[in-house]
């Protein structure tokens, strides 16, 4: 039998690579604590954490644990941090970076949820509002202009021709591909895109930031790959999905407002189809069944005051 009573040693790193490593553990502890300070202060939101997180695992916010980044929050503490982790169903040892995709999306519903309802405070926000071609964000969008006087309804440009009853400056800049081209050079646009492979579209930056420096609530209505340049720009913007009552009802409207050729009717169908599949990457999700309830539901997740309803518009949109 082998003998073993001598005693077993383990192989020890190199003196200097134990130094480099506790200096690493320590930088590795303040990054974290200074991003936990930053939020205490308000100096970051936790949803820009959140999404720093997502994007970098490795880094300070990723291997942030969820339990300290819960109790960076205001009012709350070792207790009701743990409510909220059996809430959203995540497990106290979880670092942000290593949050699964729905345990991700919880979280940001409850941070989304919980900025809109501090008491004392108003806080003005940029909310994105996409989906699907021919769901009706256009007309969604022009009845929370008409009734809602709380919410500035960001303008686009684009480089497509006025459908009947749109109007130059209030539902589109209608501009020529020459001045399209400078806003893009010259950094005025926050996001832009080709869609359905045929007009530009992009959302002027100016407009957006003095609204939100002045306290203002902003809805800004796009297509889905402006939603992810938003994203990307300003983490915490709100993206909310607006959806079909069912598929047969977005061919329905999109084949009775009669606005594009046959051609073009399938191109958008089949851009629907990977639009529809992208649901998982917003915050929230209204059905548009009748325009006066989804738009309800919009302004009530942006959090602003209503007023008397009145008659719905007509469609437009991207």
């Known amino acids: 039998m082998p003998d073993t009573s001598a005693p077993s040693h383990r192989p020890q790193p190199p003196e200097v690579d134990r130094a480099a490593a506790s200096r690493a553990a320590v930088a590795a502890r303040r990054a974290r604590a200074a991003v936990k300070s930053q939020i205490a202060s308000g100096t970051r939101s936790p949803i820009e954490v959140l999404d720093a997180a997502g994007s970098d695992p490795s880094g300070p916010e990723g291997t942030l644990r969820v339990p300290d980044f819960l109790t960076s929050l205001k009012a709350i503490g070792a207790t009701k941090s743990a409510e909220i982790l059996q809430r959203l169903e995540i497990s106290p040892v979880k670092r942000l970076g290593g949050l699964g995709k729905h345990q991700r999306a919880r979280l940001r519903e409850f941070l989304i949820e919980r900025s809109g309802t501090a008491p004392g405070r108003k806080r003005a926000r940029l909310t994105v509002l996409a989906g699907p071609t021919a769901v ?3 007309t969604v969008a022009r009845h929370i202009r008409e009734n809602y006087p709380d919410v500035l309804l960001s303008v686009s440009a684009t480089t497509r021709a006025p459908r009947p009853g749109e109007i130059d400056g209030v539902d589109y800049y209608f501009v020529e591909d020459a001045e399209f081209d400078r806003l893009i050079a010259e950094h005025e646009l926050l996001e832009w895109a080709k869609v359905h492979n045929s007009h530009r579209y992009g959302t002027p930056r100016g ?3 003095r609204a939100l420096a002045d306290g203002r609530s902003v809805l800004l209505e796009i297509d889905l790959q402006g939603a992810r340049q938003v994203r990307a720009a300003m983490p915490e913007a709100v993206l909310v999905f ?4 069912s598929w047969d009802e977005l061919v329905r409207r999109l084949i009775g407002r009669g606005t594009e ?4 009717q399938h ?4 851009t629907a189809k990977v639009e529809l599949a992208s649901q998982d990457e917003f915050d929230a999700r209204v059905v548009n069944g009748t325009v006066a309830e989804a738009a309800r539901e919009v302004v009530e997740l942006m959090q602003v005051r209503a007023r008397r309803p009145r008659r719905a518009a007509t469609s437009s949109g991207r």
């Open 267 to 270: 191109r958008r169908l089949a």
């Open 207 to 209: 407009p957006i930031e």
């Open 261 to 264: 050729s046959q051609e073009e």
């Open 136 to 138: 009706g964000k256009g």
């Open 242 to 245: 607006l959806a079909p009552p």
